[in-house]
């Protein structure tokens, strides 16, 4: 979801061009598959299998920081290789050069969003003077997931099931967040959290957000305003469901990145580190960060507490 705006930009730059999306995952297939400006969503190995195949302009959006995802990208036939340099490679592996790729400098120093901004970046590096140009023309609106009616109609018998019309607000929890799960609440805590909400705000509705491999049983909730539910492995039902809520609380995940690009309010729980890489807020949209520093798991009591107090003045001014 951080690449969408490029993906976008660089259709909007070079609308003769045809746009294909390489991942070695489902997982933009299943959410992109939908999207009118990306021409081909292909599977890597596929690109490997296909000798006829060869491309103009590669961008590596993701991984920069990974040689070997360097090295994947290099076996894919190209005239320009086009990534950002990574200062961990230079400090950790001593790779000052890599043969084949053009690697370019971002100023991370001066952005918020690290990724968006850096991917964006990478678009201007292949014309500069006409990026500069057409940028300012762009409008984001445009951009759409573009949802099925399977999806809505999904999501209307979820709601439905949820009851959600009894009250005066939908908040999403996504207590999940399988990357990084060292720098996020334990289920039960996230759990505490919602009890305290929902008892605050009776009126409000708390969805939490399940997934089929969350392998998490939730426990039989007293508080009738707590509620559950767990999407199949369409991530467009989950667009669709974002989509419905007043705000959503959750840590540094996908589901932040949806609700950003819906401008759907959020208050996102982020590690210190990754706050200026990884920030919701790109889309214009309100995003606040808990920030969770260094050894914060010393005192998590704590730092739950911070989190269920803001998020109280959040869901009042949302």
Known sequence: MVNLKSLYTLKFLYPKATLSLITKFDTAKNLFRNVDFIDEI????????DKKRAFDIVLLVMQHDN????????KIPSKRILTIFSKNLLFHQKMLFISGVKRVINPYWRQNRAFMEGSLNLVRTINKRHFDKEFPKIDYSQVSLNVGEENIRFMDNTFEILESKKYLKIIGINPFCVTLKAHNFSFLTWLEIAENLARKFPKFLFVFMDYPKSG????????????????NEDL??????????????????????????????TLELIRES?????QGGGWGGVCECVILPKGWHRNQREFAKIFWQRAEEFINLN
Do not use: M
Request: with cysteine; aromatic share 8%; net charge positive.
């Open 67 to 74: 040689l070997q995802a360097i090295e994947s990208v290099k």
């Open 274 to 278: 990754a706050k200026r890489r990884w």
């Open 42 to 49: 292909i599977n890597y190995a596929e690109i490997l299998q």
């Open 236 to 265: 467009l039902n989950l667009v669709v469901f974002i989509g419905k809520l007043d705000c959503l609380l959750s840590p540094d995940t996908g589901s932040v990145h949806i609700a950003d690009y819906l401008k759907i309010p």
């Open 216 to 231: 998490v049983e939730f426990p039989k909730i007293e508080q009738e305003n707590i509620k559950v539910f767990k999407n």
